[in-house]
């Protein structure tokens, strides 16, 4: 069983800050890509950022030179630092892994619960 678990959403005002994170646990024997999506009320999910094991990263249009998306390989974890805040961030915020449970099994792809961030003023 594996486990993603987001932290760190909340309220804050336009041009703020925040900082979520993620952290996989339970059997994982690698994880591949990892991801942040979001999910705002009324629309369907977006990808935000996603990277590679190795480091590469991409980001949405709407989120570039305003989000950055980093992991921990020796951790499983992976953080998103969110600056400059606008109120058309609010959304629920997923984290997405890519894993392996054991060396010769297949990927899958697992999501946590959601963290809720609001910006407004």
Not at 5 to 33: D, K, M
Not at 39 to 60: C, D, F, W
Not at 61 to 77: E, L, P, Q, Y
Request: hydrophobic content about 35%; proline content about 2%.
């Amino acid at each position: 069983q594996v486990q993603l678990v987001e932290s760190g959403g909340g309220l804050v005002q336009p041009g703020g800050s925040l900082r979520l994170s993620c952290a996989a646990s339970g059997s994982i024997f690698s994880i591949a890509s990892m991801s942040w999506y979001r999910q705002a009320p009324g629309k369907q999910r977006e990808l935000v950022a996603v990277i590679a094991s190795g480091g590469n990263t991409n980001y949405a249009n709407s989120v570039k030179g305003r989000f950055t998306i980093s992991r921990d390989n020796a951790k499983n974890t992976m953080d998103l630092q969110m600056n400059s805040l606008k109120p058309e961030d609010t959304a629920v915020y997923y984290c997405n892994a890519n894993f392996k449970m054991h060396s010769s099994s297949r990927y899958i792809t697992g999501w946590g619960q959601g963290t809720q961030v609001t910006v407004s003023s």
